[in-house]
């Protein structure tokens, strides 16, 4: 057996092949000389790899090769009018801004996008190469080059042209032009590469899912500002306040490359020589940490094959600001309910998306002019709806709870809890997004009124998504950054925020009554009844609530854990 072990290599082997490591035949020399295979360079089989994945793409199913070939020809339509666009302001006066201003969002979108869609591209994630025997230097060459090839940089190259086109004048500007496009593609591709290299491992832990789950809701807001600023700069000299932005931005890579055609278009060849300097320090610096993020990637081991624990840092029940809620079982529910909100992805995403929403819709309209500090409402709209569903956000993990209720005195007092963690950070939030507003729009008159409906509004659909969470529970399921409901409780989960939102609204309809009817009678100056009144109304909706959801709980507390443990 030892013999055949020591002189058998298999069917076909070269000599010596099954000789031990050391031994000086080509199993101890391994190089392709010794073995007569030829060298290929790493570029090359790293290109070939990413045809071959663009390639693969066509070779699946119907739905993958629509999916493909209708995002390769909407981006090359949308290329093809920004490309037209950029060209039409060849000549203008504002070109150069916004040529820079543009490259300065295409740097910015490179930097972020493989943070908030780190699962999008598989051959962004270096961890997926340590354990082949690679240099860092050879791999970083070849990983920036086959990077070049996909929709994006394509994408950017068509940009970076049309900038190009727009800004260069002479030869000194065509000359610089030439430089320009690739030093910018390298550019946003090398940034890219160097941020998810720098952060691979937290793009594959929970908080790097985390991301994933606010990414939409980050798109959502930032549509928000740029709808905002699009608005600003329709307007007459809109484009002339983004100078002074366009005069920073010119000095920041990748941006410098564009403003380097833009300088020496316009004769400023010391400021394009300078801007051509810090566009190749920067991609420099950007290859040097991305080699060093290979090399520490590949010889650090992962924090989960450590088996020394870290330390809580956040605090154990009773320790730090936990100690400021109240004991017993209502403080441990409520401890619960807003650790959920800092833990769980998509509680956390319903969070910000209520915060930040509930204060850019009253926000932004008071800045726009068109503004009503009774839009304030919004955001406790949007926030009250945190209530809905509150079991099938604690998913499989509900019958943990479920085994601390059975009687509707402890029903309530698990939904009472739910609602007051819910109030600790809503009721301050309300307050100060209706003062803010109020002070916006100049309207302090109105203050008064709007905050009664606003606290109001925020008790009753507190009392609403208690009753649909007990009578229209679903679940969440886990998977999927995007899902929040599982197959086939699509219509339940409808019919559970839009009914109860729909009823929230008709029970406010007293309060929204006594408003309209001291504005039409002009009695303004009592329009302050309206605070106490909504203080009193919200409380007892939010009671009735309650109190009308604890017996349905206690009663049907299987269905509702079988309801939710769907996902």
């Known amino acids: 057996m030892s013999a055949a072990a020591a002189g058998t290599a298999g069917p076909g082997a070269p000599a010596g092949s099954g000789g031990p490591?050391?031994?000086?035949?080509?199993?101890?020399?391994?190089?392709?000389?010794?073995?007569?295979?030829?060298?290929?360079?790493?570029?090359?089989?790293?290109?070939?790899?990413?045809?071959?994945?663009?390639?693969?793409?066509?070779?699946?199913?119907?739905?993958?090769?629509?999916?493909?070939?209708?995002?390769?020809?909407?981006?090359?339509?949308?290329?093809?009018?920004?490309?037209?666009?950029?060209?039409?302001?060849?000549?203008?006066?504002?070109?150069?801004?916004?040529?820079?201003?543009?490259?300065?969002?295409?740097?910015?979108?490179?930097?972020?996008?493989?943070?908030?869609?780190?699962?999008?591209?598989?051959?962004?994630?270096?961890?997926?190469?340590?354990?082949?025997?690679?240099?860092?230097?050879?791999?970083?060459?070849a990983l920036l080059v086959s990077s070049l090839v996909g929709i994006g940089p394509l994408f950017t190259a068509c940009l970076a042209v049309g900038s190009v086109v727009a800004v260069a004048h002479g030869p000194a500007g065509l000359a610089a032009g030439v430089l320009a496009v690739p030093l910018l593609l390298l550019g946003c591709v090398g940034l890219a590469r160097a941020v998810t290299a720098a952060n691979v491992r937290l793009l594959s832990s929970r908080k790097g899912r985390d991301l994933a789950v606010l990414s939409g809701l980050l798109i959502a807001i930032g549509a928000q500002f740029v709808n905002f600023a699009v608005q600003r700069l329709t307007e007459p000299g809109g484009l002339a306040a983004l100078r002074p932005a366009a005069a920073v931005v010119g000095w920041l890579p990748p941006a410098t490359a564009l403003g380097m055609v833009d300088s020496a278009g316009q004769g400023a060849y010391g400021k394009a020589a300078g801007?051509?300097?810090?566009?190749?320090?920067?991609?420099?610096?950007?290859?040097?940490?991305?080699?060093?993020?290979?090399?520490?990637?590949?010889v650090t081991p992962d924090g989960s094959t450590v088996a020394a624990a870290a330390p809580a840092r956040d605090g154990a029940a009773g320790e730090g600001l936990w100690r400021l809620l109240p004991g017993g079982r209502a403080g441990a529910v409520m401890q619960r309910t807003l650790r959920y909100g800092f833990r769980d992805p998509k509680t956390k995403a319903g969070w910000i998306s209520g915060l930040a929403i509930g204060a850019i819709v009253p926000v932004f309209n008071a800045l726009q002019g068109t503004g009503s500090v009774y839009?304030?409402?919004?955001?406790?709209?949007?926030?009250?709806?945190?209530?809905?569903?509150?079991?099938?956000?604690?998913?499989?993990?509900?019958?943990?709870?479920?085994?601390?209720?059975s009687t509707p005195r402890e029903a309530y007092a698990e939904l009472r809890a739910r609602a007051a963690a819910l109030l600790l950070v809503t009721l301050p939030y309300t307050v100060l997004v209706t003062v803010v507003t109020a002070w916006l729009v100049g309207d302090w008159a109105a203050?008064?009124?709007?905050?009664?409906?606003?606290?109001?509004?925020?008790?009753?659909?507190?009392?609403?998504?208690?009753?649909?969470?007990?009578?229209?529970?679903?679940?969440?399921?886990?998977?999927?950054?995007?899902?929040?409901?599982?197959?086939?409780?699509?219509?339940?989960?409808?019919?559970?925020?839009?009914?109860?939102?729909?009823?929230?609204?008709?029970?406010?309809?007293?309060?929204?009554?006594?408003?309209?009817?001291?504005r039409v009678t002009d009695h303004h100056?009592?329009?302050?009844?309206?605070?106490?009144?909504?203080?009193?109304?919200?409380?007892?909706?939010?009671?009735?609530?309650?109190?009308?959801?604890?017996?349905k709980v206690a009663r049907d507390l299987p269905e509702i854990l079988l309801a939710v443990s769907k996902g």
């Open 21 to 141: 490591a050391g031994s000086g035949g080509p199993a101890a020399t391994g190089g392709p000389a010794a073995t007569g295979v030829p060298s290929v360079p790493l570029t090359r089989i790293f290109v070939g790899l990413k045809l071959a994945l663009l390639r693969n793409g066509l070779k699946g199913s119907a739905k993958r090769k629509a999916a493909f070939v209708s995002s390769l020809t909407t981006v090359l339509v949308a290329a093809a009018l920004v490309v037209l666009g950029l060209s039409v302001l060849r000549g203008n006066a504002h070109a150069g801004t916004v040529v820079v201003i543009l490259g300065g969002i295409m740097g910015l979108g490179w930097a972020v996008m493989p943070l908030m869609f780190s699962g999008g591209d598989e051959t962004m994630d270096p961890s997926r190469l340590v354990m082949l025997p690679l240099r860092p230097r050879p791999l970083v060459r």
């Open 275 to 298: 801007q051509l300097a810090v566009t190749l320090l920067a991609l420099f610096a950007l290859l040097v940490s991305w080699e060093r993020s290979l090399t520490r990637l590949m």
């Open 375 to 405: 839009l304030a409402c919004f955001g406790a709209s949007m926030l009250g709806a945190l209530m809905y569903n509150q079991f099938g956000q604690d998913t499989s993990a509900f019958w943990m709870v479920a085994q601390t209720i």
């Open 447 to 518: 203050m008064p009124a709007a905050l009664g409906l606003v606290l109001g509004l925020l008790g009753t659909m507190l009392g609403t998504g208690a009753v649909s969470s007990a009578y229209a529970p679903y679940s969440i399921p886990q998977e999927g950054a995007f899902k929040s409901v599982v197959p086939g409780q699509a219509g339940l989960a409808v019919s559970s925020i839009f009914g109860g939102m729909l009823g929230s609204a008709l029970l406010c309809a007293p309060l929204i009554a006594l408003v309209v009817g001291l």
């Open 525 to 551: 100056e009592l329009l302050w009844v309206v605070l106490p009144a909504g203080i009193a109304w919200g409380t007892l909706l939010a009671w009735a609530g309650l109190r009308m959801a604890a017996p």
